[in-house]
Structures are given as structure tokens and as C-alpha cells.
């Protein structure tokens, strides 16, 4: 077997909108086992997530983070990602690290809003203004082609540049941003809520990218209390991140408020119910994301 290569020289060829339909397919295969690990040498971290996922195979993503590495010009976090033959159990390709990130995390949070956003939404709230916040712009275009975007983020310059760079109109107020937006996509990494649930108007959809540990959340309990929830995947967010661990500790929501995941999508329980609905999406990531994100980029490349 020759071990292929894809780099980012593939991006042109992807679609945001087929590489939804991939994710929405992989979840229709049996559930994925999963595992993380992490190695450390003082402030450096090497987490390996893993995934196999019966029918479409293995998938080992390694990251590296190196907090001191800016100081010498390069990147604080880089790896790489492995995919091996479900059949035999050989490697099969090396994807791109940077591309997979980038295409399961926007993937992850536009296959939500595709599903659960009105289909009639315009007005986009982009919160925060890192690189996460800019492939989102990408990725919502595809579905909502109408779409118009505003940007908020603490820094004013971060803002302005990001509006420079995509084209969004800066928003000096959050509160009344949030009371024009029909989606909002928060990625931040906030450890306190940045938007509260009062701020909210019926019909909303929330995307909520930027939290990954259990000290961070960029909403607070009543926004959680007030929506109709849905993860990804319940396995990597109810009892791993804030976003849902301190409100179930509150008491503002239960378990059995969480409707479904991705897994619930086949029938027919990841859905809008109607446009008053509040609706939030939590994405919290996992390796059976990145393995289906990375056999979709394999497949492109494969198909030339």
C-alpha cells in the first residue's frame, strides 16, 4: 500500500456543503470509539486523539502545542493526521493537520445551523475575531448565500481588521447586534458568559464553537434554560465543558434537556420545531469528527 499525501494545495477543491452531507453520512455508520491521550514536559503538551469508526476506518490526530514557539516565529500548535484501512488495519494517508482542524471545526458547527437555523436567516453574529471566526464566514456562505455579517469581539482592532478581511460590518454593541442576528456563532475563549440569554430574540440560532475545557463558557444559564439544546456529540460536551457543566450543576438545565446529537439526526430529532424556537448548538469536536473530516478530504484529493 502507498501512503498518499494530502496537503493544502487540496482546499480549492472542497465544498463546505458536501463535506456536511460526509459528516451527516458518518453518523450513520456505527457509533465510533474514541480515545484521547496527553503527554507533558513542563509547559508543552502532545495530545493524540483517536478514532475508529466501523466501515470507514482509523484515524490518529497528534497534536503538538508549544507555547514558546512564537517567540522563535513559528507555531504554537501543529501535528498530523493518520488515516488507516478499516480492512487491514495499514496506513493508508497523511492529512493535512491545519486543513483538518480548520474543515472539522467550521464543518461541525455549519452542519448545526444548516439543520437547525431558519432557512430564511440573513443576519450573522460572528463573536470573536480569530481564525476559527473567519472560517466561519466561509462556511456559512455556502448555506446561507443571502448572508450578511456583523462582528463583534472585545479588541475594536481585531474587529476592524476582521471586517476588512471578510467584508462583515463592525459592532460597537453586543447586546443590540445579538437583537438583529438570526444565527450567532460565538468563538471566543471566554471563561465567563459573554452573551446572556435576556439578550435574546425568538428564532435565533447559536452556534457555540470557542469553549473546550470545563473552567470555559461563552453563554450563561438562562441562554441555556431559554433554547432548545443540541452537541455534537454528547460524549465530549455534557460532562467535559462549562458551556454545559455549570448550568447542569446550577440546576438552570438537566440531561434529558440536551435533544440530540449528531446521531440523533437520522431520526429526525436534531430539527428545528418552529421559527420561534431558540436554538443552541454546542461543538465540541472528537476524533470520529476528524476522522470523517479527513476521509472526505482523502476522497477528494483521490478523486482528482
Known amino acids: 500500500m502507498i501512503l498518499e499525501i494530502v496537503g493544502p494545495e487540496i482546499e480549492p ?13 458518518g453518523h450513520r455508520l456505527p457509533r465510533a470509539e474514541v480515545g484521547d491521550t496527553f503527554l507533558r514536559r513542563k509547559g508543552d503538551t502532545l495530545l ?20 514558546d514557539n512564537p517567540k522563535a516565529g513559528i507555531p504554537s500548535i501543529d501535528g498530523s493526521v493518520t488515516l488507516y484501512s478499516d480492512a487491514d488495519g495499514r496506513p493508508e494517508a497523511l492529512v493535512d493537520f491545519k486543513l483538518v482542524t480548520k474543515w472539522k471545526t467550521a464543518g461541525d458547527s455549519l452542519l448545526s445551523a444548516r439543520l437547525l437555523a431558519r432557512k430564511d436567516s440573513e ?8 481564525a476559527v471566526a473567519t472560517s466561519m464566514v466561509e462556511a456559512y456562505r455556502a448555506v ?5 455579517f456583523t462582528i463583534w469581539a ?13 467584508g462583515a460590518e463592525p459592532a460597537a454593541d453586543l447586546e443590540a447586534a445579538l437583537g438583529k442576528a438570526d444565527v450567532i456563532a460565538t468563538a471566543t475563549m471566554a471563561t465567563s458568559p459573554v452573551i446572556l440569554g435576556k439578550w435574546l430574540r425568538p428564532g435565533t440560532h447559536l452556534d457555540l464553537i470557542g469553549a473546550y475545557r470545563a473552567d470555559m463558557r461563552e453563554v450563561d444559564d438562562e441562554a441555556m ?3 432548545r439544546l443540541f452537541v455534537d456529540a454528547r460524549a ?4 467535559h465543558i462549562g458551556e454545559l457543566m455549570e448550568p447542569l450543576k446550577s440546576g438552570a438545565i438537566s440531561e434529558a434537556d440536551v435533544l440530540g446529537d449528531f446521531y440523533d439526526i437520522a431520526s429526525g430529532a436534531f430539527a428545528r420545531r418552529s421559527d420561534e424556537d431558540i436554538t443552541i448548538a454546542k461543538n465540541g469536536g472528537g476524533a470520529h469528527l476528524d476522522l470523517m473530516t479527513a476521509r472526505y478530504i482523502l476522497g477528494v484529493a483521490r478523486r482528482g
Open 225 to 227: 434554560r431559554r433554547a
Open 154 to 166: 472585545r479588541n475594536p482592532d481585531a474587529a476592524r481588521a476582521f471586517a476588512d478581511e471578510t
Open 236 to 239: 465530549t460536551t455534557i460532562h
Open 48 to 67: 493524540t486523539r483517536s478514532a475508529w469508526i466501523d466501515g470507514m476506518g482509523i484515524a490518529v490526530k497528534a497534536a503538538t502545542i508549544f507555547p
Open 13 to 25: 477543491k472542497l465544498d463546505w456543503l458536501a463535506l456536511t452531507h460526509a459528516i451527516e453520512a
Open 123 to 130: 443576519a450573522i453574529l460572528i463573536v470573536g475575531a480569530g
Open 144 to 148: 446561507f448565500p443571502a448572508a450578511r
